[in-house]
């Protein structure tokens, strides 16, 4: 064969070898190209990314309604028993940047799974280990310090749908079940991390494959 051939050969006998070490590499196990046992990753990816999308659109809409008419959203510190009041127009603003940043960030993933671009997905992504890192700050300060529980709930407006019933519960129960109920979350939002991980890779390899083969392509037909 001709030596152009003969590299094509060399490249070809190659892959498989590179791929046997992406898949005896320790990151394999957790990788699957199946989402909810039902669909694939990619599909999966632009579900959530839609569903995110949707959810912070309702809450953008109900923010802007909020500044729009202020007295509708607006309880005062006696309707709370406090000293602060529930949210002012500076807050609002920072929850409206905050809603609009994260329809940009839901977007952009729903595009980057569809288009099958991967970096598009990265800042979601980012987004998720993010959450997760909070909602794993809260398990341990409940944790470390289960006596908070009872100072929030001491804090709640009287009004508050049942305080009495909630506050009546053993401290140690009322613990235990809200680090279960943290521990369903946290192992729930762990495979939602995982899904749109094994997506991003999933682009990014069959990407990288597809321009390996272009090149081959070409080298052989030179």
């Known amino acids: 064969p001709r030596p152009a051939e003969r590299r094509g050969q060399r490249r070809g006998a ?20 199946s989402c909810c046992l039902c669909c694939h990753v990619r599909t999966g990816t632009i579900i959530l990314g839609v569903w995110y999308l ?3 659109s309702v809450v953008l809409l109900i923010l802007l309604s909020a ?15 406090g000293e602060f009041e529930f949210m002012d127009d500076a807050n609002m ?5 905050i809603s609009l940043l994260m329809i940009l960030i839901c977007a952009m993933a729903t595009y980057g799974a569809y288009k099958q671009h991967a ?7 980012c987004y998720q280990i993010f959450d997760f890192a909070l909602n794993t700050l809260v398990a341990i300060s409940v944790l470390v310090y289960p006596s908070t529980i009872q ?3 001491r804090q709640l407006p009287n009004n508050f749908p049942y ?17 279960l109920f943290i521990s369903i979350i946290l192992a729930f939002k762990g495979y939602l991390i995982s899904c749109v ?5 999933y682009i990014n390899g069959r990407n990288n494959s597809d321009v390996l083969v272009y090149i081959t392509t070409n080298d052989t037909a030179v």
């Open 14 to 33: 190659a892959e498989p070898r590179g791929a046997a070490e992406m898949l005896s590499s320790p990151w394999a196990r957790f990788y699957s190209n």
């Open 54 to 56: 949707i959810i912070n």
């Open 67 to 81: 500044l729009t008419d202020p007295d509708q959203y607006h309880l005062t510190s006696a309707e709370l028993g």
């Open 93 to 97: 603003c920072i929850a409206t940047a």
């Open 119 to 125: 970096a598009w997905i990265i800042p979601f992504f």
């Open 151 to 153: 100072d929030y709930l």
């Open 163 to 179: 305080k009495e019933e909630i506050m009546s519960v053993n401290p140690t129960c009322l613990v235990v079940i809200i680090l």
């Open 197 to 201: 991980w094994n997506c991003y890779r």
